[in-house]
């Protein structure tokens, strides 16, 4: 099974609370932590991969180290696929590189692109980045993306699937905070979305 989520930002504790750019309804940096690995574990199994889309973890004049990072993406199953975001060292990906290891026969534990990626899923094909594309008319092509956070681009193909995306309203059962997104649910925000933009025009 695939699945998406972006814009983690761990250790950084400027996000906490209620604000309108990335709320996150926590007191400490370690209960959101723990509440996104719960997540995972409770969602994601080895044979899984998750997409996720940029800005890893940040904390602004101290970022943390490498070692620290690491020990909480050990803990999140599956396999990770990351897409470089604004926030994120190549300094990191060669750290992870060195630590990388098999989930499963033959599938590193994690797995690097600079700009984006693209698959298939039910007819559709999935270009993941870190920054929202501008892809003008597009036929059964989705850009799912994060850096954005609590904001959505006006564009039913631009589907935000950041841990903070404001485009959760749109699925009939919202997943806890956290939980990577999955196929079905990125196409239920997209009709969703589809449908709101549709009856909100001028």
Do not use: C
């Amino acid at each position: 099974m695939q699945y998406f989520t972006a814009d983690t930002h761990f250790f950084h504790t400027q996000l906490l609370g209620q604000n309108d750019f990335a709320p996150r309804p926590f007191k400490t940096i370690e209960q959101f932590h723990q509440a996104v690995i719960q997540a995972w574990q409770q969602r994601i199994a080895a044979k899984d991969t998750v997409f996720h889309l940029g800005d890893i973890a940040m904390h602004p004049g101290d970022y943390p180290s490498e070692p620290e990072i690491l020990n909480i993406l050990e803990q999140l199953p599956g396999q990770i696929v990351f897409i470089k975001g604004n926030h994120d060292s190549r300094a990191l990906f060669k750290f992870l590189a060195k630590h990388n290891f098999e989930v499963t026969p033959g599938r590193p534990k994690y797995e690097f692109h600079d700009v984006g990626k693209l698959i298939k899923a039910d007819h559709f094909q999935f270009f993941m980045t870190h920054y929202p594309l501008m892809m003008g008319i597009t036929k059964q092509t989705l850009n799912l993306h994060g850096h954005i956070h609590h904001y959505s681009v006006p564009i039913a193909e631009n589907i935000n699937v950041g841990v903070d995306t404001p485009e959760v309203q749109f699925l009939k059962q919202v997943p806890p905070f956290g939980t990577p997104f999955s196929v079905a649910e990125v196409f239920e925000m997209y009709h969703g979305k589809q449908a709101w933009l549709a009856q909100h025009k001028n």
